[in-house]
T-cell receptor
Framework: KAGVTQTPRYLIKTRGQQVTLSCSPI?????VSWYQQTPGQGLQFLFE???????NKGNFPGRFSGRQFSNSRSEMNVSTLELGDSALYLC?????????????????FGEGSRLTVL | DQQVKQNSPSLSVQEGRISILNCDYT??????FLWYKKYPAEGPTFLIS?????DKNEDGRFTVFLNKSAKHLSLHIVPSQPGDSAVYFC??????????????FGKGTLLTVNP
């Protein structure tokens, strides 16, 4: 079973540019979440999508946006890049159940996209 | 404000001994807690979890203890092995209204197990 795939793995941008990151979840997973990891702040929640709808959003400025497609693949976009946006961006997928007996909140993470802003 | 705190940035133990990683939380709405392990250049991987209705969950060498009154949880690894050397993240969920998949993470503890 293929894991969560994120592309690109590494990228370098300059201030003011914009970037789009892509995430393909595990087959059958319908929920996709994005997290930002920095040395000082750890992993911080960006947003979560399920069935092409954003269900939850973290405390990030509007420059950070995302979307999910009908095949559950997701993209996130950061516009007008700032130096502080340099980070590892992690995508995670999970199953969504309404029933019981499922490990709530178990996320399967990709390897991340490392963004460097110069 | 940091709702999930891992106050020890690093921990070093000898192979075969017990590793104890600690985590404190402040949000009383959290009702599910998880530990993730992360190796360099890899994404975090799920290790073990515990619901707030329990005070202990065990899986092989890994045991998580939850003290709700103290808003404290700990991960015990016995016996510790060099392959356990990684960054361990504590995470919590339950305060996100309609979503069960918004996790609040601590900043992580780097565990080094020396042979």
């Amino acid at each position: 079973k293929a894991g969560v795939t994120q592309t690109p793995r590494y990228l370098i941008k300059t201030r003011g540019q914009q970037v789009t990151l892509s995430c393909s979840p595990i087959s059958g997973h319908r929920s996709v979440s994005w997290y930002q990891q920095t040395p000082g702040q750890g992993l911080q929640f960006l947003f979560e999508y399920f069935s092409e709808t954003q269900r939850n959003k973290g405390n990030f400025p509007g420059r950070f946006s995302g979307r999910q497609f009908s095949n559950s693949r997701s993209e996130m976009n950061v516009s007008t890049l700032e130096l502080g946006d340099s980070a590892l961006y992690l995508c995670a997928s999970s199953l969504y159940y309404k029933g019981q007996g499922i490990t709530i909140g178990e996320l399967f993470f990709g390897e991340g996209s490392r963004l460097t802003v110069l | 404000d940091q709702q999930v705190k891992q106050n020890s940035p690093s921990l070093s133990v000898q192979e075969g001994r017990i590793s104890i990683l600690n985590c404190d939380y402040t949000n009383s709405m959290f009702d599910y807690f998880l530990w993730y392990k992360k190796y360099p250049a890899e994404g975090p991987t799920f290790l073990i979890s515990i619901s707030s209705i329990k005070d202990k969950n065990e899986d092989g060498r890994f045991t998580v203890f939850l003290n709700k009154s103290a808003k404290h949880l700990s991960l015990h690894i016995v016996p510790s092995q060099p392959g356990d050397s990684a960054v361990y993240f504590c995470a919590a969920s339950g305060d996100s209204g309609g979503s069960n998949y918004k996790l609040t993470f601590g900043k992580g503890t780097l565990l080094t197990v020396n042979p």
